[in-house]
């Protein structure tokens, strides 16, 4: 599986420190395999650290210039971020956004909202969840088509090719939308493309702007049956490459007892807060999951920029089982759609 033009973030440590090891200079591309996985000791969860010591998985780790990266995002967000220092804090109970003028929940919110957030702070991983939000919102609304790819150790057994399409109302570069009447900050629908068993599945996602509702979810579910089987590797190597970056390494734990998780570890891009990284254990504690995610950055010029997905490798130790969904060239921004797309009826009129 080949991914024009990826990168994903090879962690470094939580403060960003230099590390000492046997790496080549920091300015030359090199490669952390099974020969030298130690180097990884501090850079890596643990779980991918003993894949790479047995050669199951290697990274081909280049330089990355930290003002460059930095500049992905357009010196507008930058500057949208920097304005928002002291207008927020954080509703106690529910770890909900709140506007310091009004004590209520923001009008409109646009770049992260907390350009600084100090590692001692009690609320700083809630603070760390909005920013990632936010820094996640600036495009407005896209779509992409996209594989999820089921994968064991003979192979793949299963793939679905699918789409989604999204609109946000919060965080958009573009300006707050005049319309919003179900106080949204934002919507979604997917739906199943290949093969013919799935074609016609969708969902559709609203999430409100609040500190209380929850997410509002609706699937339409057709007759599926099974697929064929082909070969595949899971760990991807073409035109994918890894650097290092500092990180934040947050704990969650989720309050709904219906959650499937139990403890979740995420490593955030401490610059860009993108998730690379996402360690997850079942309800008895037991860790059992490794999620990695790559990303591409879309940029005009200093007024907007954008970041999308590129790849996520899910992976199962438990069960020796991965997924992988992987975008096609068709991924696209798009900050005009009509709110009405993204209704009931779309869903039970998807494959008419």
Request: aromatic letters at 14%; one cysteine or more.
């Amino acid at each position: 599986m080949t991914i024009a033009g990826l990168r994903v973030a090879l962690l470094a440590s939580l403060l960003g420190v230099p590390l000492a090891w046997s790496a080549p200079p920091a300015d030359q591309p090199w490669t952390l395999d099974s020969t030298n996985w130690q180097d990884g000791k501090d850079l890596l969860p643990d779980p991918v650290l003993k894949r790479l010591e047995k050669g199951e998985y290697w990274f081909k780790v280049v330089p990355v210039d930290a003002q460059k990266f930095h500049d992905n995002y357009a010196k507008k967000f930058w500057d949208l971020t920097a304005a928002n220092e002291g207008k927020y804090e954080l509703d106690d109970a529910t770890c909900g956004l709140k506007d310091k003028a009004t004590g209520k929940n923001p009008d409109f919110v646009v770049g992260m909202p907390f350009p600084k957030i100090e590692e001692n702070d009690p609320k700083a991983a809630c603070k760390i969840a909005w920013n990632f939000t936010f820094a996640g919102s600036g495009a407005g609304g896209g779509g992409a088509t996209f594989t999820l790819n089921g994968i064991d150790s003979g192979g793949e057994f299963r793939r679905i090719k699918a789409f989604v399409h999204t609109m946000g109302y919060q965080g958009r570069l573009d300006g707050k939308l005049k319309d919003n009447p179900e106080n949204l900050e934002g919507q979604g629908v997917t739906g199943a493309l290949e093969p013919q068993d799935v074609e016609g599945f969708s969902a559709l996602t609203k999430r409100y702007w609040d500190w209380d509702s929850k997410d509002a979810i609706w699937a339409y579910v057709p007759q599926t049956r099974r697929a064929r089987r082909v070969n595949a590797a899971w760990w991807i190597q073409d035109n994918l490459v890894f650097v290092k970056r500092p990180v934040w390494i947050v704990e969650g734990q989720s309050s709904d007892p219906y959650y499937n998780f139990g403890k979740v570890i995420m490593y955030f891009d401490r610059e860009m807060y993108r998730i690379y990284w996402k360690l997850v254990h079942n309800r008895a504690g037991e860790y059992f999951y490794t999620a990695a995610c790559g990303y591409h950055f879309v940029k005009n010029d200093d007024t907007f920029s954008a970041v999308f997905p590129s790849l996520v490798i899910g992976v199962n130790d438990k069960i020796n089982r991965a997924a992988i969904g992987g975008r096609y060239q068709s991924s696209f921004i798009e900050r005009n759609w009509d709110p009405s797309y993204f209704s009931l009826r779309t869903l039970t009129h998807m494959s008419d």
